[in-house]
């Protein structure tokens, strides 16, 4: 009988020890629900936005619609800004492409930690598209709008949890760039304008195109690309791994986790701008497909089956690195 007890007394402390922030983050993911991500993204993504174009008038319609998702979940913006947007003079970008941009914003919001607030992660995505030609408009819906919907998705769900007791070790940027078709000149804007000294900027996760399947999965599309999350963290790569595992279990796919593949995909999104400044970055992505910067890339043809898998299994990397104990070390050269 006292053993009994001994050993039920032993699994009460156990549990009472356990980490409290388990339940509260599980039912969290539940925010993200494929119905708001379809709602938010036909809104982002119909040609009323005509395209979302650098600068444009339709991508700041979406911007503005970016920022009310955020202003309903009460979700603010960075401490000593003034708003939800960083300008991008267009003086900055068409130095860089020599092209003929307006000016742009990136939109930013941002949820503070409870313990060592300075320490940030940020979640991208871009939320530009490349605009209309000869009257056609070219949508954008997976390419990035896919993306711009699931940081509005991921960031109300780790808001929920903070509100339902999580303690998070450190805060939450979450950035809408601008720029990227252009040269990626919103996360370049951001990187040498940063709202947090990069030195404080513990980790980058982004998202850019996650609605689709590529040719390569044309038979099973619960898969996404992880690209450079091993490149200069260990610990980053094993908690892509780890969300994984305990949550959607879909197909990690390397392919292009590679900095010599052909396609420069590493390259070519805003994760790069944080890579290159020595933070441990990793970018999800679904692959090119036929409708890839074609006015074919439309919400119709979106899986959000898919993108919500995907979603979900962002946020658990976001919620590992917000609530880790200490911040990932970056155990790999820059090169």
Known sequence: MKKHLLVASAALLLWSCAPKHSTSASNSADVIKEAELKEMLTYIASDEMQGR???????????????????????GFPPEQSGYYQAVPAAYMNKKSREVLNDSENIWAFI?????????????????????????????????????????????????AQKNGLKLKRSLLILHVTGEEHGLHGSRYYSENPAFPLLNTVANVNIDMIGRRDVEHKDNG?????????????????ICKSANEKSVNIFLDYKYNNKTDPNRFYYRSDHYNFAKNGIPSVFLFSGVHEDY??????????????????????YNIVLELLTREKRIVVDKPLD
Do not use: C, M, W
């Open 53 to 75: 174009e650098t600068g444009s008038e339709g991508q700041k319609a979406a911007g503005r619609y970016l920022i009310n998702q955020y202003k309903k979940t009460g979700i």
């Open 112 to 160: 503070k930690g409870d313990e060592n607030p300075d320490e940030v992660v940020v979640l991208s995505a871009h939320y530009d598209h490349v605009g209309t030609e000869n009257g056609t408009v070219y949508n954008g819906a997976d390419d990035d709008g896919s993306g711009s919907v699931a940081l509005v998705e991921i960031a109300k769900a780790i808001k929920k």
């Open 222 to 238: 619960n898969y996404v690309y992880v690209i450079g999350s091993d490149f200069l963290s260990t610990e980053l790569d094993k």
């Open 293 to 314: 910067h074609k006015p074919t890339d439309d919400v119709e043809k979106i899986e959000f089956d898919l993108l919500t898998k995907r979603t979900k299994l962002a």
